[in-house]
């Protein structure tokens, strides 16, 4: 069975992986993201026998994501004084700033959250994006949910 | 907060242009765009060996339906990208405007079986303005006796205005002939390159 057209494909998930990337990188970031999430989807395209291509597009921009957080930490920044962390980038401001305390998370719950709510996708499809079990991937969005009252509540 | 988390603010716009951004410049296997043309809006589509598709996108089902038989004929690595298809649109543009009489646009002939890229050949032969029958053009392909296999490869032609099939009509006056696309089309191209005469 052939795939349709990329370009349909491209269609069908543009706004879905936009939507999670602006979450997860910031408005600035997303559009280099957005380009290697859909060239990497493109180069494995006719090999891929994709059950959910909804879910398996989120999972390569999940990784872009990744890949984009790791690259900023090992670039140098010029500062006086070296921060223990590289400070997340502010995601766009807007919204009622909940998605921009998201980006200050624990990795594992930052990549829940952003998956289960940015991306819509179920536990069951987060758990496969990030490689763990369903209940861990639960457990994730859970801690991160609860944390975020903390953080709002204080 | 409740129990989950409302999705992040969100503009349509930019993810369209994202994506555009991406159809321009991401190494597809096939590009496409929609050319309007005189006889209707045409889906052409090339590979970089040239192009391989040139469709009226009101037959044979429409732009999603000339995108899959590409997808599985030649790739589904298939975006639109119009800008690779400027030559394609001058050189349209030129033939209709009656500054051009032959194209120079590289093809790729990957759609056309063997005996109907003899047919084509012969008939991209056909200089503006002159015209040839399906018997003539079956003999130059090599097989005189192949009018029919040759008028059904001039109706599966994939190039159509480029390929000239519409300069191939039927011997001893029975009307012009079938065309891709439709009969008014064939006449709208023979009118104007001089053969039919009239509005």
């Given at each position: 069975?052939?795939?349709?057209p990329?370009q ?11 939507r ?30 994709v ?8 999972t ?26 590289p ?5 766009e ?6 998605w921009?305390?998201?980006?200050g ?15 819509d ?34 | 907060m409740?129990?989950?988390l409302a ?19 991401a190494?597809?296997d ?12 045409l ?11 040139l ?21 589904p690595r298939?975006?639109e ?6 030559d394609v649109?001058?050189e ?5 405007e ?15 079986g ?20 399906y ?14 296999a ?6 599966s032609n ?9 300069r ?5 006056g029975?009307g ?24």
């Amino acid at each position: 069975m052939t795939p349709p057209p990329f370009q349909r494909f491209l269609d069908a998930h543009r706004d879905d992986v936009w939507r999670f990337l602006v979450a997860a990188v910031g408005r600035d970031a997303a559009d280099d993201c957005f380009q290697e999430t859909f060239m990497a989807a493109m180069r494995a395209y006719p090999r891929t026998r994709v059950e959910n291509p909804r879910a398996w597009v989120l999972t390569i921009a999940h990784r872009k994501a990744l890949d984009h957080h790791r690259a900023r930490a090992r670039r140098p920044i010029p500062v006086g004084a070296v921060p223990d962390a590289p400070a997340p980038e502010p995601p766009e401001a807007a919204g009622d700033g909940v998605w921009e305390r998201v980006s200050g998370l624990p990795p594992k719950q930052r990549a829940a959250l952003l998956l289960r709510f940015a991306g819509d996708l179920s536990h069951r499809e987060v758990a496969a994006a990030l490689g763990c079990s369903e209940e861990a991937a639960r457990r994730s969005a859970h801690e991160g949910l609860k944390r975020l009252r903390e953080e709002l509540a204080a | 907060m409740t129990d989950r988390l409302a999705p992040p603010p969100f503009d349509p716009a930019a993810a369209a242009a994202a994506a555009a951004r991406f159809a321009a410049t991401a190494p597809a296997d096939v590009s496409y765009a929609l050319v309007d043309s005189p006889v209707g809006t045409l889906v052409a589509a090339r590979t970089e060996r040239g192009l391989a598709c040139l469709s009226y996108e009101d037959h044979d089902g429409g732009v999603d339906a000339v995108l899959d038989r590409l997808a599985a004929k030649l790739s589904p690595r298939i975006l639109e990208a119009p800008a690779r298809l400027d030559d394609v649109r001058r050189e349209l543009d030129e033939y209709f405007e009656h500054r051009r009489t032959a194209f120079d646009l590289p093809l790729d002939w990957a759609l056309v079986g063997p005996f109907g890229r003899k047919v084509l050949h012969a008939t991209a032969r056909i200089p503006f303005g002159e015209v040839s029958t399906y018997a003539k053009v079956a003999a130059e392909a090599g097989n005189p006796k192949a009018s029919r296999a040759a008028g059904n490869a001039l109706g599966s032609n994939p190039m159509p205005i480029v390929v000239p099939c519409h300069r191939v009509l039927h011997t001893g006056g029975k009307g012009i002939g079938n065309y891709t696309g439709g009969v008014h089309r064939k006449e709208a191209l023979l009118r104007l390159e001089g053969v039919l005469l009239g509005p």
